[in-house]
Nanobody
Framework: VQLQASGGGLVQAGGSLRLSCAATGRSINTYAMGWFRQDPGKERELVAAISWSGGRYDYSDSVKGRFTISRDNAKNTLYLQMNSLKPEDTAVYYC???????????????????WGKGTLVTVSS
């Protein structure tokens, strides 16, 4: 599976962005998926995860109530709607997938099977 994230950019605090992650190579409909982010000098952290069916999802406390993860298996695409953005949301955002939901939740770079290249989100104050 090859993953390509897009939709990042520069936005003012309080604004919104929608990230997309297009998968190619094989269908993602049996994979759990997640969005992660990494600020320079910090560890990569899980932002949100979603099960293969979309029936289960989890968010980090820092984005709960502001971000929404979703997926369209027919389009082989994962999304992250980000509202009420804050300067501390500035980071490179990565999408990833793995057959096991708990592995995505764990977010280990060496554990999650597939990673996409990131897209930069910059939130100005």
């Amino acid at each position: 599976v090859q993953l390509q994230a897009s939709g990042g950019g520069l936005v003012q605090a309080g604004g919104s962005l929608r990230l997309s992650c297009a998968a190619t190579g094989r269908s993602i409909n049996t994979y759990a998926m997640g969005w992660f982010r990494q600020d320079p000098g910090k560890e990569r952290e899980l932002v949100a995860a979603i099960s293969w069916s979309g029936g289960r999802y989890d968010y980090s406390d820092s984005v709960k109530g502001r971000f929404t993860i979703s997926r369209d298996n027919a389009k082989n695409t994962l999304y992250l709607q980000m509202n009420s953005l804050k300067p501390e949301d500035t980071a490179v955002y990565y999408c990833a997938c793995d057959p096991t939901y708990n592995t995505v939740l764990g977010g280990s770079p060496g554990g999650v099977r597939y990673w996409g290249k990131g897209t930069l989100v910059t939130v100005s104050s």
